[in-house]
């Protein structure tokens, strides 16, 4: 990765909300933007040093109850970016929020509010909110869930797995047409005797700090992992810094086809991640480049319709000087 290579301009402003292992580890240096341009919008102080070295920092923890209010406070206008990386934090709201302002929006999880994963009231108001707000339209640009993303299945122009099928087929005489449709992949699948699509991590990153009795330690999100069903403890942490060894693979594999075996996916080491960028372990730069990618794709879209784009303003207007609040 070249360090000083710029992907896209920011015209406008960048509001960051959250500001955690991903959002300390995104790449803001890829984009053409300033200082004055960026603020951030963090539940807690952690992060505060790093925050204030590329913008204004603010201490508020985002709920159903103030998120608009303090949300308003940024003004935030077509051209502008809402980039949510926060936790107990509705993605809806936020989509809902900032639907009729036309700002660019993107998440790196499909996160629910507080109390979903554990208050079954809670979550039964969420499901039927997010039923209610189905018909949001989707213009200006609004991408979710673009997190790490195992073997690029998430990409339809670079799926090295579906392009694997399809030789595969082509060498075992499955004279076809390559699949459009998911059905199309599965029956192909089906065909070469695919019995397995496995798509997991192995992360052997090893720290030099052991863990403690009643520690919850993990490498990226504390609170992104306990929602996928695990136990917090009394006391946690995010293991970074004090990294010394190993790697975080991340892949999808497919087994039972004429060839064995095919895996596809990123196999990055810790000091590979570090070299590439600073605030890094080998599992938050997976996910960092998957919000950078969506960033710099609504950036050079950010009018898109139907698979049509405008351009962007011309830079140096009124409002690329203008500065967000602290």
């Known amino acids: 990765m070249n360090a000083g290579r710029k992907h896209a301009r920011l015209p406008g402003r960048l509001l960051m ?3 955690g292992s991903v959002g300390q580890a995104v790449l803001l240096r890829h984009l ?5 341009q960026i603020a951030i919008l963090a539940a807690d102080e952690q992060g505060r040093a790093i925050a204030t070295a590329q913008g204004a920092f603010s201490c508020v923890r985002l709920s159903a109850g103030n998120h608009e209010a303090e949300l308003s406070r940024y003004a935030l206008q077509p051209g502008d970016f809402l980039l949510n990386l926060s936790v107990d934090m509705s993605s809806l709201a936020l989509m809902q929020w900032r639907e009729p302002r036309g700002v660019l929006y993107l998440d790196s999880c499909i996160e629910p509010g507080a109390g979903v994963y554990t208050d079954p009231a809670v979550a039964a108001l969420e499901l039927r909110a997010a039923r209610a707000g189905a018909g949001i339209r989707p213009q200006p640009p609004r991408r979710s869930d673009r997190d790490s993303d195992p073997g690029r299945q998430s990409r339809p122009d670079l799926q090295p797995a579906q392009a694997g099928l399809a030789r595969d087929a082509a060498d075992c005489g499955l004279l076809c047409a390559r699949p459009q449709q998911r059905e199309d992949w599965a029956r192909l699948a089906q065909d070469l005797g695919i019995g397995v699509n496995h798509v997991a991590e192995r992360d052997t ?6 863990k403690q009795h009643d520690e919850f330690v993990n490498t990226w999100s504390v609170h992104g992992f306990v929602s996928e069903g695990y136990h917090l403890q009394t006391r946690s942490r995010i293991a970074r810094d004090e990294i010394v060894a190993g790697m975080d693979e ?4 497919l087994i039972g086809h004429p060839r064995g075996i095919f895996w596809d996916g990123s196999r990055p080491g810790v000091e590979q991640a570090r070299r590439l960028a600073p605030y890094n372990s080998a599992t938050s730069l997976q996910v960092a480049a998957g919000v950078l990618a969506g960033v710099v794709w609504a950036l050079r879209h950010p009018r898109c319709r139907r698979g049509r784009a405008r351009r962007p303003r011309p830079r140096g207007s009124a409002r690329d000087r203008q500065a967000l609040p602290g």
Do not use: M
């Open 205 to 210: 990153q090893v720290s030099s700090r052991h």
């Open 17 to 19: 909300v959250g500001f």
């Open 32 to 36: 053409e933007l300033q200082l004055q």
């Open 250 to 253: 991340l892949g999808v594999l």
